[in-house]
């Protein structure tokens, strides 16, 4: 248990809708990272938050959005969902900015159908 | 464009023999390099990283080794045992960019052999 907690743990939806992931850091980290995990793209690093402040953005699509809350917790909006958003999406934590030890949760698998 | 990948999709090993798995890079001006392990149904866990100026970092078990002048880079895990199945991959991160411009590589999978 890497001490990461991401909700749901799976969720299918239909194309065109909205859903919201949520992610639960390691207690005293920091830092939030959002990946997506598909079978043809392998691993994509989406965007990172610090205390509550963005800090680097990777491949996100313009229809996805983060933010990170007081309580250190994130939440990943993805809308007008199409077909091939359907993939795992990771939360990690890390305690500091620079740090490249991160804890990954389990993932939320997404369905859009 | 620049791109992490790994020669080896698949990797059988016998219990108690060391493992080496190993990845190409293509952009010389990587900074970091990061080993992930990733168990079925479960998220990419940390297993070690390795800055560009420096050749060799030993972990538990594991050594990471990187030739920057053909730009490769391998995992060695010593004596694997059944619990060391899994899909291990890379990463690099660039020294320009920092880590928004991360990139992983596609995965080898490890099976151990009882």
């Known amino acids: ?113 | 464009g620049e791109s992490v990948g790994l020669h080896l999709p698949t990797l059988s090993v016998q219990e108690g023999d060391n493992s080496i798995i190993n990845c190409a890079y293509s952009n010389s001006a990587s900074d970091y390099f990061i080993w992930y392990k990733q168990e079925s149904g479960k998220g990419p866990q940390f297993i070690i990283d390795i800055r560009s100026n420096m050749d060799k970092r030993q972990g538990q078990r594991v050594t990471v080794l990187l030739n920057k002048t053909v730009k490769h880079l391998s995992l060695q895990i010593a004596a694997t045992q059944p619990g060391d199945s899994a899909v291990y991959f890379c990463a690099e991160i660039p020294l320009s960019g920092g880590y928004q411009k991360v990139t992983f590589g596609t995965g080898t999978k490890l099976q151990v052999i009882p």
């Open chain 1, 1 to 113: 248990d890497s001490g990461v907690t991401q909700t749901p743990k799976h969720l299918i939806t239909a194309t065109g809708q909205r859903v919201t992931l949520r992610c639960s850091p390691r207690s005293g980290d920091l830092s939030v990272y959002w990946y997506q995990q598909s079978l043809d793209q392998g691993l994509q690093f989406l965007i990172q938050y610090y205390n509550g402040e963005e800090r680097a953005k990777g491949n996100i699509l313009e229809r996805f959005s983060a933010q990170q809350f007081p309580d250190l917790h994130s939440e990943l909006n993805l809308s007008s969902l199409e077909l091939g958003d359907s993939a795992l999406y990771f939360c990690a934590s890390s305690q500091g900015l620079g740090t490249h030890e991160q804890y990954f949760g389990p993932g939320t698998r997404l369905t859009v159908t």
